[in-house]
């Protein structure tokens, strides 16, 4: 019998500049999405979630999807590519919304690796740079984001435990 761990995020030794994660599965975006992150982040901006005002009073003709779902849910995207074993998120350095992204539209993303460095002060870390793209059904970039996370090196990473013990199929 072979057990398998699913990988979860990655070891600084892991990653290497110019790298690229192709994060699966993408995600449409339903109103219902769109209408719930606004109500739970207190944005009511009709924009996104009154039909009339949109078709009416917007440039773009119809209701938008708030920029940071889009951005939360691609940053979702990456983690077990990314950051599922990080610890830390540093910081966020750039976040663009090169296009509007709409109800029903098919999110997709991928990460690249930019830098990665050893930590100075401890022997036991590094920091990763990464930059990440969305794409929308039509292969358009609606987001781009550049962050940096902070990894285990692969020795000093703490224990994946659950808690059970391994004779469960036995």
Same mark, same amino acid.
């Given at each position: &019998?072979?057990?398998? /761990?699913?990988?979860?995020?990655?070891?600084?030794? /892991?990653?290497?500049?110019?790298? +690229? !994660?192709? #994060? @699966?599965?993408?995600?449409?975006?339903t109103?219902?999405?769109?209408h719930?992150?606004?109500?739970?982040t &207190?944005? #009511?901006?009709?924009?996104?979630t *009154?039909? @009339?005002?949109?078709?009416h009073?917007?440039?773009?003709?119809?209701?938008? +999807?708030?920029? *940071?779902?889009? !951005?939360?849910?691609?940053?979702g &995207?990456?983690?077990? /590519?990314?950051?599922?074993?990080?610890?830390? *998120?540093?910081?966020?350095?750039?976040?663009? #919304?090169?296009?509007?992204?709409?109800?029903?539209?098919?999110? !997709?993303?991928?990460?690249?690796v930019i830098? +990665?460095?050893e930590?100075k002060?401890? =022997?036991?870390?590094?920091?990763?740079?990464?930059e990440?793209?969305?794409? *929308?059904q039509?292969? =358009?970039?609606?987001?781009?984001?550049?962050?940096?996370?902070?990894? @285990?090196?692969?020795a000093?990473?703490?224990a994946?435990?659950?808690? !059970?013990?391994? /004779?469960? @199929?036995?």
């Amino acid at each position: &019998m072979t057990i398998h /761990d699913r990988p979860f995020g990655r070891y600084l030794e /892991d990653f290497v500049p110019g790298d +690229v !994660y192709r #994060h @699966w599965p993408g995600k449409t975006i339903t109103e219902y999405d769109d209408h719930l992150f606004c109500m739970i982040t &207190m944005n #009511h901006h009709p924009l996104h979630t *009154n039909v @009339w005002f949109a078709e009416h009073e917007t440039v773009q003709g119809r209701n938008v +999807v708030v920029g *940071n779902l889009v !951005y939360s849910l691609v940053l979702g &995207m990456s983690v077990p /590519d990314v950051s599922g074993a990080a610890i830390a *998120n540093l910081e966020v350095e750039s976040l663009v #919304h090169r296009k509007p992204t709409f109800h029903g539209d098919t999110i !997709y993303a991928e990460t690249k690796v930019i830098d +990665v460095v050893e930590s100075k002060s401890r =022997d036991d870390r590094g920091v990763v740079t990464v930059e990440t793209k969305a794409f *929308n059904q039509d292969g =358009d970039e609606v987001c781009f984001f550049r962050r940096k996370v902070m990894v @285990w090196k692969r020795a000093s990473a703490p224990a994946r435990r659950r808690p !059970y013990g391994d /004779d469960v @199929w036995e």
